[in-house]
């Protein structure tokens, strides 16, 4: 390894971690493992899957996360070991060009602007010269571009092997390399949409493998608990419409019904949207399916949904895209089923409302029997592992969730000097969270630490409204640069923070994970508060009830140890690299004063604690003068 990896150095974490995934590897066990910031797991667990001779699944929480691993990671790990193993990448369809759809957009013309005119030409000119299809590799046009929806397909609207472009098409070519690889590099979506076909009895989407290495396991519970359940958006109602009004044009414009249908499906999902509220929120179905404007709305939707049935159902011969659109019809008609009929008790039903759009949403209250009994249909190992995985040193909460009780586990500090490197920071005096000036007060314990941190800082908060009060607060108040998220795309941001140098980033849910920034220009987070889940989240209190009608204690049991983890991963950010220095800060007061604080303590890092502002300010002092003198 050090022959190819410039720095490299020998950790014991690392090694003894590899050991354990080669075993699990070879006797076929299920191992669940924390690996400490610094630990080195990607490369923990690639160098015994490539050693393995067995065909290895690797599959990571995020597309970015997913790349990296086989552009970078993987050929540098092949390089090392000089092993003839055969790679590839797999993504779920959207990832992807669709050649049909490509050619119907361009045939329907119905484009809302000159620059989606111009953005359609140049993806026609990379459609004849990509090699994958991957629409990452296409770098000139954004990912929000409302185009790519039109050029992609999904597993709804694919016409599967009577597409005319089917022998072209990049989906199947990335499965069929992926069928015929030693290592395949997935993403936690994929892993479970192959999970719930197979469990539906429709096929599969992934090969069968010996080993599933589960990097960023800590997000799949959640992930998973989607997959089981039913969800229907305004957005696939709207495709379903738009998809319907392009086959009108192509196979069926005698059909005036059909134009006329699918239009009125498009007015029912727009006045549904709106009589569910202003507020973009999560809500239980049963509070608004008990508002008779919601309850109105929602028939209506149904009857439009069922008149588009209809008149799909007489054109549908015309045309595998009718056939299709007709095919989609009764799946959200299903769906839609579901927030008609009276509730099961062992689901939760709630919708996610956003300023354009909703999801209504039906999931199972535990995912552990339907994930296990998926784990079982084949012999195979399974490892999940994650920088924040433990809860007080144990994983049975973790376990739980997904019915890993009889999994083997291992834990592996941070082979990095906390002690010696971080120093953790309680503000005093601070009041509790639920103050209505709370966040005024976590501005003004912040000021003095971002002076003496010269900038160079995380904020990070757990709500939206939180951080735009925060960034109000604070205008005018720092001689550093601000950047707020919601002003530019993520990686933007992350780009403008490292090349300034000392700026102060202030951020919510996506830059608490996932964010690596090395080196001096971050030397600072600061966390308003403990992450808890809202409390009135529907699928919490669900959780909550079911806990306690079995005699349990849904705080300690559940709420907890998802705040711990969602807390390791914040304050994961500060500390990066072996010569990283920094201070951490809590303001949060429930850390010291209630019982559970300690929880949390004991699952953070072995930091230096204090609760005097002059030894944050000593701390930074020393920093200056430690890197004055490596300059000299």
């Not at 076929?28 to 160098?47: D, P, S």
């Not at 920088?387 to 040193?393: H, P």
């Amino acid at each position: 390894m050090a022959s190819c990896i410039e720095n490299f150095l020998p950790r014991l974490q690392q090694q003894e971690m590899a050991a354990a995934v080669e075993e699990a590897i070879s006797e076929y066990q299920t191992l669940v493992c924390e690996a400490g910031t610094g630990t080195g797991k990607t490369f923990a667990y690639l160098v015994p899957a490539l050693l393995s001779g067995q065909k290895v699944i690797v599959s990571t929480g995020t597309k970015n996360l997913q790349d990296q691993l086989f552009q970078k990671d993987l050929p540098l790990v092949r390089k090392a070991l000089e092993v003839p193993v055969q790679t590839a990448l797999l993504k779920g369809r959207s990832n992807y060009l669709c050649l049909y759809r490509l050619a119907v957009t361009e045939e329907e013309g119905r484009l809302a602007s000159r620059e989606m005119v111009h953005q359609l030409r140049t993806v026609r000119e990379w459609a004849g010269r990509t090699g994958s299809g991957d629409i990452t590799e296409f770098m000139d046009i954004g990912e929000e571009s409302p185009l790519w929806p039109m050029v992609t397909s999904t597993t709804e609207n694919c016409l599967g092997s009577e597409c005319p472009s089917f022998e072209d098409c990049h989906v199947m070519k990335a499965r069929r390399e992926a069928q015929n690889a030693d290592v395949v590099v997935i993403n936690h979506h994929l892993l479970m949409a192959d999970m719930v076909l197979r469990e539906d009895g429709f096929g599969e989407l992934l090969p069968s493998a010996n080993a599933y290495i589960i990097d960023e396991a800590h997000q799949l519970p959640e992930i998973a608990t989607n997959f089981f359940g039913q969800t229907l958006s305004g957005r696939q109602l709207f495709e379903l419409a738009k998809d319907t009004v392009a086959e009108f044009h192509s196979s069926a414009s005698d059909s005036k019904a059909l134009m006329t249908a699918a239009d009125k499906l498009e007015y029912a999902v727009r006045d549904f949207r709106l009589a569910l509220g202003n507020d973009s929120q999560r809500q239980p179905w049963a509070r608004l399916r008990a508002d008779n404007k919601v309850a109105e709305q929602l028939q209506i939707l149904k009857e439009a949904l069922e008149a588009l049935r209809d008149a799909l159902d007489e054109q549908a011969s015309r045309s595998k895209g009718l056939e299709n659109c007709l095919e989609r019809c009764d799946a959200q008609l299903s769906r839609l089923g579901l927030f008609s009929a009276d509730e099961t008790k062992d689901q939760v039903y709630w919708v996610d409302i956003y300023s354009r759009t909703f999801v209504l949403c039906c999931t199972p209250l535990n995912v552990a029997e339907a994930f296990q009994k998926r784990m079982h249909e084949q012999k195979a190992a399974w490892v999940f592992t994650s920088a924040t995985l433990a809860v007080n040193s144990r994983f049975d909460h973790y376990a739980a969730q997904l019915g890993l009780q009889d999994a083997k586990t291992a834990l592996w500090d941070s082979p990095f000097d906390y002690r010696a490197h971080a120093l953790f920071y309680a503000p005093p005096e601070m009041p509790e969270p639920n103050s209505p000036s709370y966040v005024e007060r976590v501005v003004e314990a912040s000021i003095p630490v971002l002076e003496a941190s010269q900038g160079r800082a995380f904020m990070l908060f757990t709500s939206h409204r939180a951080l735009k009060q925060a960034a109000e607060l604070l205008q005018g108040r720092i001689d550093y640069p601000m950047l707020v998220q919601g002003e530019f795309p993520r990686n933007e941001l992350l780009r403008r923070f490292r090349e300034k140098g000392n700026a102060v980033l202030l951020g919510t849910g996506s830059f608490w994970e996932g964010v690596d920034v090395r080196g001096e220009a971050l030397s600072c987070v600061i966390i308003d508060k403990l992450p808890f889940a809202a409390p009135d989240d529907p699928v919490l209190q669900a959780r909550s009830d079911a806990l306690r009608a079995q005699g349990g204690n849904p705080f300690m049991e559940y709420q907890v140890p998802q705040a711990v983890i969602a807390l390791k991963q914040g304050v994961g950010r500060l500390i990066r690299d072996v010569n990283d220095h920094g201070v951490m800060v809590l303001c949060d007061p429930r850390l010291i004063s209630k019982p559970y604080g300690q929880v949390f303590l004991n699952s953070l890092p072995p930091m230096l604690r204090t609760r005097k502002m002059e030894l944050v300010q000593r701390f930074f002092a020393a920093e200056t003068n430690r890197r004055s003198a490596t300059a000299v």
